[in-house]
C-alpha cells in the first residue's frame, strides 16, 4: 500500500509539474486579446491621399492580411498637413488593434519640422515594423527639355522663378530632398505641397506642375510607359523596375541619398499579443515566394526589422532629420 501511495504521489507530482509547465502556454493561447482577434473589420490609416506609396503599401499588405487571416483589413485615407491629421487621428484611436497607422518618412520627419504635431512618436504608439522603403525621384512632364538633372539644374538656375515643384506634402522625404537640392545649388524653385503623392503625380503628368519629387512607387508605371520622364534617384543604386534612371550620385550631384519607409504601427496600449501577431504576419507575408518581385516591381524594397529595432529607428530618425531641418533652416510655410 505504502508503495503504491508512493506511485500515486509521484505521478500526482508529475501532472502537477506538467500543468505548471503547460500553464504559461495554455494562457498565452486563451490570451483575451486574440481570442476572437481581430472581432471586426481592421482599419489602415493612411494619413496621405490615394495613389501614394503609402497608400500602396496599405493596400498590398491589407489585402494578404485579409486573405490570411481570414478577417477584413481595409484602407482609410485620412490626408493633410503633411501627414499630421492622420497621424493624429490615429494616436487617438483605441488601443484594440482596430486601427494600424500605415506612415512614411513623415512619422518621423515632422517631429523636427512643425512647432507642434498632434502626435508623440515616442510614446503615442507601439511600432510594429518597417515593410519596405523607396528611393524619391525626380520626375517632369515631357514638355521640361531637360534629360538629365544637370540639365534641370541648369534649366532653373536660368530661369530664375519660373518653375515650381510638387511634392507629396510639406515635410515628407521628398520635401526634404527637393529642398536639400536646392541648397546645394541655391535654386530659386517653388515649393508646391500636395495631399499625397498620388495628387503630386498627376499634376506632373498633366503638366499643371511640371517637376516633381516623389517617392517611386506611385511613379514607376508612368515613368515606364514613358507618360513622365525620371531625372534621376536619390537611391545609391538604380532601381531594377527602371534601370536606364540613374541615380543624382551617378550624376555627380552627391550627398543626396534618401529612401521613405513605409512602416506599421499601432496606439501605445495595444495589447502586446497584438502587436506580436501583426509583426508575425506581416513578415510572412514580406518573405512569401514572389513577393519580393512584387514590391520590386511595385518601386519598393523589402525591409523587416522587429519592434524593437523599429522603436530605435524612431529615435534615431527624429535625431537625425530634425538636425537637418535645423541646419538646412527649412520652415514650413
Same mark, same amino acid.
Given at each position: ?107 518621423v520627419i515632422n517631429p523636427g519640422l512643425y ?17 519596405? *522603403? ?9 514638355? +521640361? %527639355? #531637360?534629360?538629365?538633372? @544637370? $540639365?534641370? !539644374? =541648369? &534649366? ?98 552627391? *550627398? ?9 504601427? +499601432? %496606439? #501605445?496600449?495595444?495589447? @502586446? $499579443?497584438? !502587436? =506580436? &501577431? ?56
Amino acid at each position: 500500500m505504502e508503495t503504491t501511495n508512493k506511485k500515486l504521489t509521484r505521478r500526482a507530482m508529475m501532472s502537477l509539474m506538467a500543468g505548471a509547465a503547460a500553464g504559461p502556454a495554455l494562457i498565452q493561447l486563451s490570451s483575451p486579446a486574440l481570442a476572437q482577434y481581430p472581432e471586426r473589420p481592421v482599419k489602415f490609416l493612411v494619413p496621405f491621399a490615394a495613389g501614394g506609396p503609402t497608400d500602396v503599401m496599405a493596400r498590398l499588405i491589407a489585402q494578404h492580411l485579409s486573405e490570411n487571416l481570414g478577417k477584413q483589413f481595409f484602407v482609410d485615407n485620412q490626408g493633410g498637413a503633411g501627414g499630421n491629421i492622420g497621424m493624429g487621428a490615429a494616436a487617438r484611436s483605441q488601443p484594440d488593434g482596430l486601427t494600424v497607422l500605415v506612415v512614411s518618412s513623415s512619422f518621423v520627419i515632422n517631429p523636427g519640422l512643425y512647432a507642434k504635431i498632434p502626435y508623440d512618436p515616442f510614446k503615442d504608439f507601439a511600432p510594429i515594423t518597417i515593410a519596405g *522603403d523607396s528611393p524619391h525621384a525626380f520626375i517632369t512632364h515631357p514638355s +521640361v %527639355p #531637360a534629360k538629365n538633372m @544637370k $540639365e534641370l !539644374v =541648369d &534649366l532653373i538656375k536660368s530661369n530664375p522663378g519660373k518653375y515650381n515643384y510638387g511634392s507629396p506634402g510639406a515635410g515628407t522625404g521628398p520635401h526634404l530632398s527637393a529642398e536639400l537640392l536646392k541648397l546645394t545649388f541655391g535654386l530659386d524653385l517653388t515649393h508646391v505641397p500636395f495631399r499625397g503623392a498620388g495628387p503630386a503625380v498627376q499634376s506632373v503628368t498633366g503638366g499643371h506642375n511640371p517637376i516633381g519629387c516623389v517617392a517611386l512607387p506611385p511613379a514607376v508605371q508612368l515613368i515606364k510607359s514613358g507618360q513622365i520622364n525620371c531625372l534621376g534617384l536619390t537611391s545609391l543604386a538604380r532601381f531594377p523596375t527602371v534601370p536606364e534612371v540613374p541615380t543624382l550620385d551617378e550624376q555627380g550631384i552627391k *550627398d543626396q541619398e534618401a529612401t521613405t519607409m513605409q512602416a506599421f504601427l +499601432v %496606439p #501605445a496600449a495595444t495589447p @502586446k $499579443e497584438i !502587436v =506580436d &501577431l501583426l509583426y508575425k504576419e506581416i513578415v510572412k507575408i514580406v518573405n512569401a515566394p514572389g513577393m519580393k518581385d512584387r514590391f520590386v516591381e511595385l518601386g519598393f524594397t523589402p525591409v523587416i526589422n522587429t519592434p524593437d529595432d523599429f522603436k530605435q529607428q524612431i529615435k534615431t530618425e527624429v535625431e537625425r532629420w530634425t538636425k537637418v531641418i535645423k541646419d538646412a533652416k527649412i520652415e514650413v510655410l
